[in-house]
Every structure is written in C-alpha cells, then in structure tokens.
C-alpha cells in the first residue's frame, strides 16, 4: 500500500477556455473572450483541447475523504504511516505515536460521517468501549480526539492479517487450528458479555491474526450496551453482517443479546472448516429464507475429517430458535474444550501469508521476485526466513510408476493430497538432500491424510487386499454366530436347570403338605 500523505488529489486540467498554445489567434484579446455562440471552423473543432471535454473519471478518493482531501501528515502526538483498511465509516491508519515511540493504529472517521451527529456519537462509543475492556484476545483501545477537524481513535496495532485473509489464502483450516480461533474469540466474546456488552458483528473481517498465532477480536463499532436504551439503534434495523447474524438481529437489532454473537461464531467456526458461510444467497430476501429454513450441509460433508460431535456444537450454535442455542459462551467453550482437538499453536501460519502469490506446481521462484504481501509484512518478516517455513520437496510416485521429485508449498501438498491418484506413500523434506518423512509423520499434513483416508474409505492397497478382508470379515461373522449360538445354549441350559429344580421344589412343598396332613390326622385318631 502506499503512504496515505504521499498520496495527492489529482491535479484538475487547465480549462482556460481559449486556445492551446500553437493556435493561438494574433490578437490576444480576442482569444481569451470566446464568443459561445459562434459556430467554430473545423480546423478550430480539431485543435481544440480535449481534456476539458472528456468526461472525467469518478475520483472515489475525493468522494470518501471529501473537499478536505486525506488527513494530515500528523494528528496531534500520531504520525500516519500507512493506511492498512477502510470501512464505511473510516479509514485505518498505521501510525507512530511521537512520545511513547510506540507503532498503534489509528482509525480516522471521513470527514462526511462527522456531519452526523449520531455516527459521531457512536465512534465516541467505540471508544469508550474498547477502553473498557481488558483482555488478550480483544483489540485494545488507547484514547481518542480530535485535531483540525478529524476525528480518531487510537488502537493497539495488529501487525498481521485477518481472518478472512487467511480464508481466501487456505481454503479450508486444519480442525485443531480452527478450534484454536474459536475458542479464542468464545473467550474475548465472554469477557464482552461479562461487561454487558453484545459485539453483533462478529465475521472472519472482524477477527485478526497477528504473525506470532495470538487471535483478536476487533471492530466494537456495532456494539449493544445491554443495560442502555439503544437509541443509536432505529427500532425494526439489522446492523452487522447478514450472512454471518442470526434471524432476530437482522429483524431488529434492538432484540440482540449475547446469543447472537454465539450464532455468529458458530457460522465464522463453519466458514474456517468448509471455507464458506453456512447461509449464502444472491439476495438477502433469499438469505432470510434460508435462515427460515436453517438448513445447510453439515461441516463432514465437505471434510470427513471433522468429527460428528463439532458438526452437532455448530448445529446448536447456530439453531434459529435462541432457546435451542447455548446460553453462553461459557457453554460453547465447555463442549469446545472437551473435544480435544485444539492446536497449541496454529499451523498454518508456517505457510505464506496472505497476498504472497503462490506459484504453480513445480515452479520455483527466482530469488529476486517480490512478494505481494503487505510493506508490514516485508519489513517483519524476511524472504529467507518464509521459506523453510513454506516450501517442501515431495518425492513421490506418479500413477505412471515414474518416481518424481516436486518443490511445492504446504498449501499445494495438501490438495494435490485431495486427488484421487495421489500416491499416499509419499514423503517430503524441507531440503532436497534432507531426510525425507512420511506425510502422515509431519504435523501440516495429518489432518488433509485423514480426511482423505476417511474420505475415500479405501485406496487401491485396500482393492488388491479385498479378498483377504472378506475371509476376514466372513471369519468375524463366523465367531460372533457361534458366539450368539452359546449364548443361547447357555440360556437355553439355564431355562432347563430351572424348570427341573422348580419341579423338584413343587414335589418337595407338595410332600411337606402331605406329612403335615398325615400327622394332623394321626392325632386326631389317637384323641378319639
């Protein structure tokens, strides 16, 4: 990106209204006082100056920051650096503050949403919100002012990417990594709910990653403070994002509590495993119809590799009905936790950031090519000190039988793993003259074998083998019906056992009646 204070309006052409320089009449006087009624000569038509008349390109630069052009070099103690985003109600800024020397960012408020006094109020809210909380994975808030007319707040800086970057890099994550993120965000939403406060636009855009794994949550501008009126909030208005809010907020974002943000992250938690949103329509008649429906592919059937237990926590997260949800965060960080699937660290992050163009398979960069990164990312992060984290050699087998050797990065190994013909024997090394290990052994590729052996049920190994898992199979049917057969033998011995020592029990009490009859009787002959 460029440096925003480097960045200059374009300059309007000169639109004197006379000749251009050449065609010039003698008399001076009479060049500058162009009669607009008098009809021109062709020689005058084509020698014309055609800027003034061409129609000028939308300058969008001008239309968002206004007459007053981009902010100064400079707000108060803030040198602006590099704009590093832009949203609907501002722009993101780089920045230096002079007396800590210290990197923050800086959000600067466009100079037409000032003339609002209810987006102004609600920036001032943001502020005070993110100068509220106090908690790891939440974006801190320094302060905010106001200096020549521009209105800021001052952040802490997130040297890393969002979410949604790491989404429209990868794809698809890892389960462990994307187990790793929700349980973070379940978190800093907690600590959230806990100061009665509801976030209402929680989406991949609004969840940063910085180049160390720690996992933010960003963008309170949305925010619900529970025990206040709302009236930033017009009754009967949807605020946030659609495809990631539940139904009730998008009716009425006055009816929102911290449910719906549970509904938000669950759909974020499918959006890192299946790489897109649970609810998606070309219009948001449509998408609310879905949401009626609640309807969507389960997580397994994109990935197998995803256990049914996360398929069923995602379902309850997401459930239209707020009473089927869970009731906290607390709730969803329970059941997270008690899968066991969540990563340390997060993987992926050993692989290209976001923007890095990643080459065809089989090409190797030359050492002089550029990365697309942002200048953040450049400047962190060295070219020599990416590469042993990104790139691999893959000795494999072609369904030819050719034995080849390919320089591929993490993200190319793990889908050409995906192909139906891939040799699953393969092994990789960071070096080419490395020790070399199988995929299932190295910790960035486990999970895409999984899915893959789940996936396919069997490879051709397991074809050649058929035969010998049938006589398996058949001697495994073989022992469980001689298995039932004994047990039923047993019950079927036990049943007789019974009756006979009931007969015997019968003939026993039948003779103990028939003595106690006989010596009644004998008294009574002796008594007479």
């Not at 020397?101 to 003339?115: E, I, M, Q, S």
């Not at 022992?479 to 036990?494: M, S």
Request: with cysteine; charged share 25%; hydrophobic share 40%.
């Amino acid at each position: 990106m460029n440096n925003p204070t480097s960045e200059e309006p374009a300059q309007e052409p000169e639109a004197s209204g006379g000749f251009p320089s050449g065609t010039e009449k003698a008399d001076s006087s009479s060049s500058s006082s162009v009669n607009p009624t008098r009809v021109l000569s062709a020689t005058e038509v084509t020698e014309l100056p055609v800027t003034p008349f061409v129609k000028k390109k939308r300058d969008r630069k001008k239309e968002t920051w206004g007459a007053e052009g981009l902010p100064p070099p400079t707000l108060r103690d803030f040198r602006l650096l590099q704009k590093v985003g832009e949203g609907a109600m501002g722009a993101v800024f780089k920045a230096h503050q002079i007396s800590t020397d210290r990197t923050v960012a800086v959000k600067v408020l466009f100079p037409h949403r000032v003339k609002n006094p209810r987006t102004l109020k609600r920036f001032h809210k943001e502020a005070r919100i993110l100068r509220g909380l106090n908690h790891p994975n939440v974006v801190a808030g320094y302060a905010v002012s106001e200096d020549q007319g521009w209105h800021y707040l001052v952040m802490e800086y997130i040297d890393g990417f969002s979410l949604q970057k790491w989404i429209d890099r990868l794809g698809q994550f890892p389960v462990g990594d994307a187990l790793h993120i929700a349980l973070a965000c379940a978190e800093a939403l907690r600590h959230a709910h806990d100061q009665g406060l509801v976030h209402r636009d929680i989406k991949p855009d609004n969840i940063l990653i910085t180049r160390t794994g720690q996992v933010k949550v960003g963008d309170f501008g949305m925010v619900k403070i529970l025990d206040e009126g709302n009236s930033l909030t017009q009754t009967g208005h949807g605020v946030g994002t659609p495809c990631y809010m539940p139904l009730e907020q998008m009716r009425n974002a006055k009816e929102t509590d911290p449910r719906s943000d549970i509904y938000a992250l669950g759909c974020t938690l499918y959006c890192m495993l299946v790489g897109r949103s649970p609810f998606e329509a070309p219009t948001i008649l449509e998408l609310v119809k879905a949401k009626e429906l609640a309807m969507f592919p389960p997580a397994r059937r994109s990935r197998a590799d995803v256990p049914e237990r996360l398929d069923l926590i995602i379902r309850k997260m997401v459930a239209k009905d707020v009473r089927l949800r869970y009731q906290s965060c607390a709730e969803v960080i329970q059941d997270l936790r008690n899968l066991n699937l969540a990563n340390a660290t997060l993987s992926f992050l050993a692989s290209a950031p976001p923007g890095a163009r990643s080459p065809r398979p089989g090409e190797v960069p030359s050492p002089g090519a550029k990365d697309t990164a942002p200048v953040a990312a450049q400047k962190t992060a060295a070219p020599e000190d990416k590469k042993p984290a990104d790139w691999w050699f893959l000795r494999y087998r072609t369904p030819e039988g050719k034995k080849v050797v390919r320089r591929l990065t993490t993200p190319q190994i793990r889908k050409l793993i995906q192909e139906e013909n891939f040799d699953l024997r393969a092994k990789a090394s960071r070096t080419l003259e490395g020790t070399y290990a199988n995929l299932a052994a190295i910790r960035e590729f486990k999970d895409s074998l999984l899915g893959r052996a789940t996936r396919t049920g069997v490879d051709k190994q397991t074809m050649r083998n058929r035969p010998l898992f049938k006589k398996l199979q058949e001697a495994d049917l073989q022992r469980r019906q001689e298995r039932e057969a004994l047990v039923q033998q047993e019950d079927a011995q036990g049943w007789h056992q019974y009756f006979w020592l009931g007969k015997l029990a019968a003939v026993g009490l039948a003779a103990f009646f028939l003595i106690f009859f006989l010596f009644h009787a004998i008294k009574v002959l002796v008594t007479l």
